[in-house]
């Protein structure tokens, strides 16, 4: 036997020839398996044998899916910096959605005017609201730190602009309230002249029954001032600081008791609308100081130097006449219940801890009232509003990782952050500018953490502390490490691609692929004949390597990476036509079969091998800058490439020194110019 194994192996060039179609062979009855095993198990079954199926993964153009479009908030982020957010979302959505099974997400971020947008499409995702589940969970991860920036004051084209506007305002609803003492219906004209909302315009501009309760004060003030009777006008357009209005009373009423109060207010930061950063225990302790030494004299005082309230400093927590139903219920519960000139106990409320000062009550007149508002214009309307907090460029792009671990003092569980290089730079730089102060911690738009800085951090690391259980730690862990988004982002359209449509892509390209296949393969064996014959069948095991290799890894196939996959086809070709060119020169030259073909081997290489790595150049290039749908094909293309090089160089090769001398050597199959029917073989 190891006789009859050398004679057929041994190391002449003849049985070296031999051995690699041994192993040309069962590389080709291995790719075969993988490509379509169901025939291989057929004849495996016997032995107990199994080859398991693996399906080509297709992208959404191919078998369907999911697309979905969001806008992307970038208003708080410095415009230089733009790009690099949006850049840093793609990254983060592509690393998560890898992470759940979804293979070559196509994620692309695009711009149109002011507005960024960020593309997603899930390839087999055929549940929408799954897929937006996936997206939408990824939390928004910031570190924010005091704005201390004022808020900059108007131009003076800017005043001028608001003062005209008003004043077209004002001369406008003077010229209603003519109208309408002319005769005209006020119903009809509050449905198309009034600024009011749409629920109150279907109504003829009838806000029901109100009271001076704050927003509608002036319009009642200027009721009773001028003593106007139900069904009569107040004979002046009423201005008030949000517009003017032009007023009928239509019926009035006396009922329940209304109660004039002040109020304190020290908020924390988990409750409504606070932007302190107070922790709940400190806003307690500092409620409980105020409490001891508050009076009627100096309550207002007070109001206007610690109470947290909007606008506090100017109306010193004056909130006027309210009935009930127009507080909270724990507020309206005290204030109701205590005698006038009393401050009340601590009251604890959503917003956060209050006093209550009550100054008058009295029985509550009510006017129903019809309107037609005409709004001003503000500055508001103008400058962009004031956040507390400032962005600082430290968000969960830089985040490394974060791992649930317990607090040594007190054993709650807490999340620690571990940032990147760039992320330890910039919270290094962050808490050194902002040592004695507070630097917020803010996931999906809400501040759950407030540290106090008492030192620069330059080790990297950060603590994320919270009213939550180790479940929840390690939600919040593993949201984290699955990707916490640069910017956050808002669900804008979504599509469901059906496969019908992908499968008939896919069609179409299987079609094209074929057809091009045997063009190349017609042309190759009717120019170079018995070469061509050869190359020909060193392409379809290409083929079979090319799609077992899909499979294997497994790559996502695109409509694009099909192309990719048809280009290469092409580039093997190439290398085949330099070949056989070169071995026919050598041939029409004089020299032996053998020696031709080796010699045109030779000769061919360098060519092949500096268009192959230029073109490996400008794949890699593709796979490292751009976005999923390129980056496809690229993929596509370099495997391709490699193949075929394997393909072009060792199998074609072998199948010339193989074949070649067998099956004839007579110059019409070889194409070679010279004299004589039959070409020289020299002793392999």
């Not at 609308?273 to 100096?298: F, H, M, V, W, Y």
């Not at 804008?492 to 393969?521: H, N, P, W």
Request: aromatic fraction near 8%; charge should be positive.
């Amino acid at each position: 036997m190891k006789r009859s194994f050398r004679s057929l192996f041994g190391a002449t060039t003849r049985g070296k020839t031999r051995l690699a179609v041994f192993f040309l062979v069962l590389l080709a009855i291995a790719a075969f398996a993988v490509v379509d095993p169901a025939p291989v198990n057929r004849a495996l079954k016997p032995l107990k044998l199994h080859v398991p199926e693996r399906p080509f993964r297709l992208g959404l153009d191919l078998q369907g899916g999911t697309q979905l479009i969001y806008d992307a908030d970038v208003n708080r982020v410095p415009l230089s910096d733009r790009a690099d957010a949006l850049s840093g979302v793609r990254d983060v959505i592509e690393r998560r959605v890898n992470a759940f099974g979804v293979a070559e997400p196509i994620v692309q971020t695009a711009k149109t005017g002011d507005t960024w947008r960020v593309i997603v499409e899930l390839a087999g995702i055929t549940d929408i609201q799954s897929a937006i589940k996936l997206i939408g969970e990824t939390p928004l991860l910031e570190f924010k730190e005091q704005n201390t920036e004022k808020p900059r004051e108007l131009t003076a084209e800017e005043k001028k602009g608001i003062e005209t506007t008003n004043l077209e305002k004002k001369n406008h609803a003077e010229e209603l309230l003519k109208r309408i003492k002319g005769g005209e219906d006020m119903a009809v004209l509050a449905k198309t002249e009034s600024d009011d909302s749409a629920q109150i315009k279907d109504k003829g501009g009838d806000i029901g029954f109100v009271s001076k309760d704050g927003v509608n004060t002036p319009m009642v003030e200027a009721v009773e001032k001028a003593k106007v009777l139900p069904g009569q006008l107040v004979p002046t357009v009423v201005d008030d600081p949000y517009g003017f209005s032009v007023v009928k009373v239509e019926e009035k009423r006396t009922t329940k008791q209304e109660v004039h109060a002040r109020h304190l207010l020290i908020c924390y930061v988990d409750a409504i609308g606070c932007n302190k950063p107070i922790s709940k225990d400190d806003a307690r302790k500092k409620i409980t100081e105020l409490k001891a030494k508050a009076t009627l004299q100096n309550f207002e005082a007070l109001v206007k130097e610690n109470s947290t309230e909007p606008g506090a400093a100017e109306r010193g927590g004056d909130l006027g006449y309210f009935a009930k139903g127009q507080m909270v219920q724990q507020f309206e519960d005290v204030a109701f219940a205590q005698k006038v000139g009393t401050i009340s106990d601590i009251v604890e409320t959503p917003f956060g801890f209050h006093l209550i000062a009550k100054l008058d009550e009295r029985p509550l007149t009510e006017y129903n009232l019809r309107r037609i508002f005409l709004k001003k214009k503000l500055p508001s309307d103008v400058l962009p509003p004031t956040d507390a907090w400032k962005y600082t460029g430290l968000t969960g792009k830089q985040l490394k990782r974060a791992e649930v671990q317990f607090d040594q003092h007190t054993n709650e569980p807490l999340v620690s952050l571990q940032f990147n290089d760039e992320g330890k730079k910039l919270f290094g730089e962050i808490t050194g500018r902002n040592v004695g102060k507070n630097v917020a911690i803010f996931l999906d738009g809400q501040a759950i953490s407030v540290p106090r800085v008492n030192e620069a951090i330059t080790g990297g690391s950060a603590v994320i502390t919270g009213r939550f259980d180790v479940k929840e730690a390690k939600l919040l862990a593993q949201r984290l490490n699955a990707g916490a988004l640069p910017v956050p982002i808002k669900l804008e359209a979504q599509q469901l691609i059906g496969a019908s449509l992908g499968k008939a892509s896919l069609d179409r390209s299987v079609t094209a692929a074929e057809i091009g296949f045997f063009l190349v393969a017609l042309f190759m064996i009717l120019y170079y004949r018995l070469p061509g014959l050869l190359a020909v069948v060193a392409l379809g095991l290409y083929t079979l390597l090319v799609l077992a290799i899909f499979k294997l890894w497994p790559v996502t196939l695109t409509l694009a990476g099909i192309a990719g996959v048809v280009l290469s086809v092409g580039m093997a070709v190439d290398a085949n036509v330099l070949i056989f060119e070169r071995i026919k020169e050598e041939l029409a030259a004089g020299r032996a079969l053998d020696s031709a073909i080796s010699e045109g081997f030779k000769r061919a290489w360098s060519s092949i091998r500096d268009s192959n790595t230029s073109s490996l150049i400008t794949a890699f290039i593709l796979i490292i800058f751009t976005a999923s749908a390129v980056r496809g094909f690229a993929v596509t293309l370099t495997i391709g490439i490699l193949v075929s090089l394997f393909s072009a160089i060792n199998v074609t090769r072998t199948l010339l020194r193989l074949v070649g001398p067998w099956v004839g050597t007579h110059r019409w199959l070889w194409g070679a110019r010279m004299n004589g029917n039959k070409l020289p073989v020299s002793k392999l």
